[in-house]
T-cell receptor
Framework: NAGVTQTPKFQVLKTGQSMTLQCAQD?????MSWYRQDPGMGLRLIHY???????DQGEVPNGYNVSRSTTEDFPLRLLSAAPSQTSVYFC???????????FGSGTRLTVV | DQQVKQNSPSLSVQEGRISILNCDYT??????FLWYKKYPAEGPTFLIS?????DKNEDGRFTVFLNKSAKHLSLHIVPSQPGDSAVYFC???????????FGAGTILRVKS
């Protein structure tokens, strides 16, 4: 049971490049989310999904797109990378309300 | 405006003693509160949660207390162990739990 798998673990992008951060879970969880962690700020919600085909914005959605075509996968797309998007990105999933989220191990992204 | 605040950036405790981590929130719509633990280069791990209808929840060495009138919650770890050394995040959400709001975290060091 792999849990929540994020790829890649590390990535360096040039300003203006686009890329997709992958997230997959094998627990058949309906709820999935993307967070970013910046020093001194805790984790902030980017986008979330309550099921296949349903997504919504979180606290800091600008510059990011998501889609949820399957229960298992929830990719995060950076449209045109900016240095302000340098951060550690965490994907998470959970079984249902009132259950804690299970987090992946993160993707460390640097935009130069 | 931070809705969830962890005012102590760090805490140092002797092994075997009690660790008390504190968290304050401002949004009275928060209905569900969680604590996560995070080791370096890993994703956060769910520890314990509490609903707003309770004032205490206990799980082994971990107890969370909620004081709704003061908008304050705390995590007690008894007895503290060196393996508890990590960053602890407090998080809160509404009743649906889709949008977790995190505090900035407290670094706990348990000395042996």
């Amino acid at each position: 049971n792999a849990g929540v798998t994020q790829t890649p673990k590390f990535q360096v992008l040039k300003t203006g490049q686009s890329m997709t951060l992958q997230c997959a879970q094998d627990m058949n969880h309906e709820y999935m989310s993307w967070y970013r962690q910046d020093p001194g700020m805790g984790l902030r919600l980017i986008h979330y999904s309550v099921g296949a085909g349903i997504t919504d914005q979180g606290e800091v959605p600008n510059g990011y797109n998501v889609s949820r075509s399957t229960t298992e996968d929830f990719p995060l797309r950076l449209l045109s990378a900016a240095p302000s998007q340098t951060s550690v990105y965490f994907c998470a999933s959970r079984q249902s309300p009132n259950y804690g989220y299970t987090f992946g191990s993160g993707t460390r992204l640097t935009v130069v | 405006d931070q809705q969830v605040k962890q005012n102590s950036p760090s805490l140092s405790v002797q092994e075997g003693r009690i660790s008390i981590l504190n968290c304050d929130y401002t949004n009275s719509m928060f209905d569900y509160f969680l604590w996560y633990k995070k080791y370096p280069a890993e994703g956060p791990t769910f520890l314990i949660s509490i609903s707003s209808i309770k004032d205490k929840n206990e799980d082994g060495r971990f107890t969370v207390f909620l004081n709704k009138s003061a908008k304050h919650l705390s995590l007690h770890i008894v007895p503290s162990q060196p393996g508890d050394s990590a960053v602890y995040f407090c998080a809160a959400s509404d009743e649906y739990g889709n949008k977790l709001v995190f505090g900035a975290g407290t670094i706990l060091r348990v000395k042996s």
